[in-house]
């Protein structure tokens, strides 16, 4: 049974670039969350994906933009790359709940780590 | 704003000794997990707890929740040095949101 599963694991890129990670959620799962997680600090939540629309968003610039495919894998894209956008990005996979709408049972991938020099 | 308090941020312990991480938060929820994170790793899931009074144990591990005291514990009996690590609370909002971190030391 596959897991979440990211992709690249490390990047290193330079200030102003473009960057895209990836994430195929775990099988029989359909909402895909993003997170951010600066070194020394706790996972902070970038948005979500679900029915390929952008459910919800947490505190971060549009520079962050994400997409979700119809086989539920998801992207995320930072443009105009800064220094403190290195960190490691978590992918979480989850199951909406058809009655309730609330997420079930979240999986987080292995995360890829991005450094911005 | 949703705030998720753990302490202590850091805790050095021996190894064969107890000690609990507390875990509040400013909004109503009845659902919180626990992870546990090595350094360089992604987060491992411990506990889910999913109503009020739920209590799990898994090894020298137990989580608690109560739901009108917005309080999650985390106890660790006999501490051992393999749970040396980063352990995080989370609370459910349909988004997680995560608290600050206990970093444990188990020491001999």
């Known amino acids: 049974d596959a897991g979440v599963t990211q992709s690249p694991t490390h990047l290193i890129k330079t200030r102003g670039q473009q960057v895209t990670l990836r994430c195929s959620p775990k099988s029989g799962h359909d909402t895909v969350s993003w997170y951010q997680q600066a070194l020394g600090q706790g996972p902070q939540f970038i948005f979500q994906?679900?029915?390929?629309?952008?459910?919800q968003r947490g505190n971060f610039p549009d520079r962050f933009s994400g997409h979700q495919f119809p086989n539920y894998s998801s992207e995320l894209n930072v443009n105009a790359l800064l220094l403190g956008d290195s960190a490691l990005y978590l992918c979480a996979s989850s199951l909406v709940g058809q009655e309730t709408l609330k997420n079930y049972g979240y999986t987080f991938g292995s995360g890829t780590r991005l450094t911005v020099v | 704003e949703l705030k998720v308090e753990q302490n202590p941020l850091f805790l050095s312990m021996q190894e064969g000794k107890n000690y609990t991480i507390y875990c509040n938060y400013s909004t109503t929820s009845d659902r919180l997990y626990w992870y546990r994170q090595d350094p360089g790793k992604s987060l491992e899931s411990l506990f889910v707890?999913?109503?009020?009074?739920a209590v799990k144990q898994e090894g020298r591990l137990m989580a608690s929740l109560d739901t009108k005291a917005r309080l999650s514990t985390l106890h660790i009996t006999a501490a051992v040095h393999d749970l040396s690590a980063t352990y995080f609370c989370a609370v459910d909002t349909d988004k997680l949101i995560f608290g600050t971190g206990t970093r444990l030391q188990v020491f001999p």
């Open positions: 994906y679900y029915e390929e629309e952008e459910r």
């Open positions: 707890l999913l109503s009020n009074g």
